[in-house]
């Protein structure tokens, strides 16, 4: 398993934008996930290995970017125009699978310790 750290979580307003940031050695597609209370946690967006494919889900497909710069190691989650919503805790992945898009919590077996991000009204 691969060891992912990750930081840039925080409390902000609705409309204000967040960065996460998250460090992960070696070859494999990442993903970011989110987890809001008592709810499942859900599919945010992932990105191959060279940066060139990446997948959002609907929910935030034109507000998120993730890219990721493989000379730091570093995948990054880019927010903006944040709603109350988008409220979770937010983990980054490894994914197990060679094919893409990884778009299901199994497709991926490492994770982070997960970061808040908190939006308010």
């Known amino acids: 398993q691969v060891q992912l750290v990750e930081s840039g979580g925080g409390l902000m307003q609705a409309g204000g934008s967040l960065r996460l940031s998250c460090v992960a050695s070696?070859?494999?597609?990442m993903g970011w996930f989110r987890q809001a209370p008592g709810k499942e946690r859900e599919f945010v967006t992932a990105?191959?290995?060279?940066?060139?494919?990446?997948r959002y889900a609907d929910s935030v497909k034109g507000r998120f970017t993730i890219s990721r710069d493989n000379a730091k190691n570093t995948v990054y989650l880019q927010m903006n125009s944040l709603k109350p919503e988008d409220t979770a805790v937010y983990y980054c992945?490894?994914?197990?699978?060679?094919?893409?898009?990884?778009?299901?919590?199994?497709?991926?077996?490492?994770w982070g310790q997960g970061t808040q991000v908190t939006v308010s009204s």
């Open positions: 992945a490894a994914a197990s699978v060679s094919s893409w898009p990884p778009l299901d919590k199994v497709d991926f077996d490492s």
């Open positions: 070696g070859r494999y597609a």
């Open positions: 990105i191959s290995w060279t940066g060139g494919s990446t």
